[in-house]
């Protein structure tokens, strides 16, 4: 698939707003729908900061959608509140590229779960089913993006996010999210 070809998908792209820990109960989670690299649709929901409702609240907004291919900026939003990517693959059958700016760190995820959750052992197991951590460049001369996929195969989720990242090293779909989520924030 040519990067052209790529940029023509429905792509939905996903990222929490800012919050202030211990101050707040609640932050913004942005999801954005691209039509290519057009906005469609933006659609804004509050979760829990540390909470459990963040795959069930983007779910409600992706059964709405039409959409090719869902990005995440990682898979904790508002502190710990864990999406499942695996679960929302398996309700959309539609491929999920999570994506991070900085390599994950899992053990130090673990250990800050084991620390401050009692449930730890199932918000670690999202993390667990995630797989292999691949890296990418997606501009000549910036820093890589390190994804997990879920749904299709490496080599495609490398081109896919290629093809997304024509502003800077951050594809368009989370990029756009976090600007509008933070925004708001």
Known sequence: MSLNAFQKMSVVGVEDGSFQKGIVEKALLAAVLLEGLKIKKVKITKICVDGLDATEKLSRILNKWKFDAVMLAGVSFAGFNIIDPT???????????????????????????QRHFEDWVDRWGVFEKLGEIHETTTLSAQSPVYF?????????????????????????????????????S
């Open 148 to 184: 997990e996929v879920i749904g299709a195969k490496a080599k495609w989720a490398a081109k896919f996010i290629k093809a997304f990242s024509v502003c800077g090293r951050i594809p368009e779909p989370v990029r756009i999210a976090r600007l509008i989520a933070r925004g708001l």
């Open 87 to 113: 679960a929302i693959y398996r309700k959309s059958k539609r491929p999920i590229v999570v994506i991070s700016r900085t390599k994950p760190d899992n053990k130090a995820v673990k250990r800050a779960l």
